[in-house]
């Protein structure tokens, strides 16, 4: 049994797959950095707008006007964090598309790329030489 999880766990696939994984996750850092420290800030001063601080307090005893604070006072329905991921998704998604477009890009190159002629085959060379033999002799 150890030897067959040993087979299974050491096949292309399922080490591909792990490699995948842990680059998806250093790559939705960087995703995530990109939005919360550069994108988000231009949106906010564009319209003055901070999204992660969006809430509406679902009782009386939520005052505060921050979110940290309100979700200590009671429940609150934080929409800003929603519009946050929401615009986080749209960019990784785009950012996903652009690789894959560019990947294809490269596929398609390098298959529009005409094969190299064959060489002839050791028989059709022979033929050639007796017919061009034949000729000789008959002229």
């Not at 988000?40 to 940290?68: E, Q």
């Not at 009671?74 to 960019?91: D, E, P, R, W």
Request: a positive charge; charged letters at 20%; aromatic letters at 10%.
């Amino acid at each position: 049994m150890l030897e067959e999880f040993k087979k299974f766990a050491l096949k292309g696939n399922v080490v591909d797959l792990a490699i995948g994984v842990i680059i998806g996750a250093a790559f939705g850092k960087i995703v995530d950095s990109l939005v919360s420290d550069v994108i988000m800030p231009f949106i906010g001063a564009l319209g003055g707008v901070d999204f992660s601080n969006y809430f509406i307090g679902l009782n009386k005893a939520v005052t505060s006007p921050i979110l940290v604070e309100a979700k200590k006072q009671g429940a609150v329905f934080a929409y800003g964090s929603f519009v946050t991921v929401a615009i986080n998704f749209v960019i990784i998604a785009f950012v996903l598309f652009l690789v894959v477009r560019g990947i294809n890009r490269l596929q398609r190159t390098k298959a529009e790329a005409p094969p190299p002629p064959a060489p002839p085959a050791e028989d059709i060379v022979l033929l050639a030489e007796i017919r061009d033999l034949l000729k000789k002799k008959s002229a």
